[in-house]
C-alpha cells in the first residue's frame, strides 16, 4: 500500500504534467460577458482548446500553455488575448483569428500585427 501523497507533492506533480517550467508560451483568453456576447466566448475558448491539443502543443515540454480569464479588462472588440512572455494583447479572437495567432504566433514566435492592440515595450524584461 502506497502512502498518500501529500499537498506538495501533489502540487509539483501538477506543475510537472503541465510542463510548466518549458512552457513557450501562455495564452490568457478573456471569457467574460462584456467584451463579447458569450456564445461568441465560449465558442473561441472551444476552439483553442481543440486546437491546441490537436497540435500537439497541451501538455508537452516546449508547448503551449492556456487559461480562460474572466475579465481582462478591455470590454470591447473582444474576445481578448494576451500571449506570455511577449505581452503581446490581440483583439477580436475568435476561432478565424485564433488559428492566426496560434500558427504564426504561438508556433511561429511573431505576433499578428493586424490584430494586436497593445504590446509590452521591448526594454521591458519579460
Not at 502506497?2 to 513557450?24: F, R, W
Not at 462584456?34 to 483553442?48: D, G, H
Amino acid at each position: 500500500m502506497t502512502a498518500p501523497m501529500s499537498p506538495a507533492e501533489a502540487l509539483a506533480q501538477a506543475v510537472e504534467k503541465l510542463h510548466i517550467p518549458e512552457a513557450q508560451r501562455h495564452i490568457f483568453l478573456c471569457t467574460g460577458r462584456k467584451c463579447a456576447p458569450e456564445a461568441v466566448q465560449q465558442e473561441s475558448w472551444t476552439f483553442l482548446k481543440r486546437r491546441l491539443k490537436e497540435l500537439g502543443l497541451v501538455d508537452a515540454p516546449q508547448g503551449v500553455l492556456r487559461s480562460k480569464a474572466d475579465c481582462l479588462r478591455v470590454c470591447l472588440a473582444g474576445p481578448i488575448a494576451v500571449v506570455y512572455p511577449e505581452g503581446v494583447w490581440y483583439r477580436d479572437c475568435r476561432p478565424d483569428n485564433l488559428e492566426r495567432i496560434i500558427q504564426q504566433h504561438l508556433i511561429g514566435g511573431k505576433p499578428v500585427q493586424e490584430l494586436v492592440i497593445a504590446e509590452r515595450s521591448p526594454c521591458q524584461k519579460p
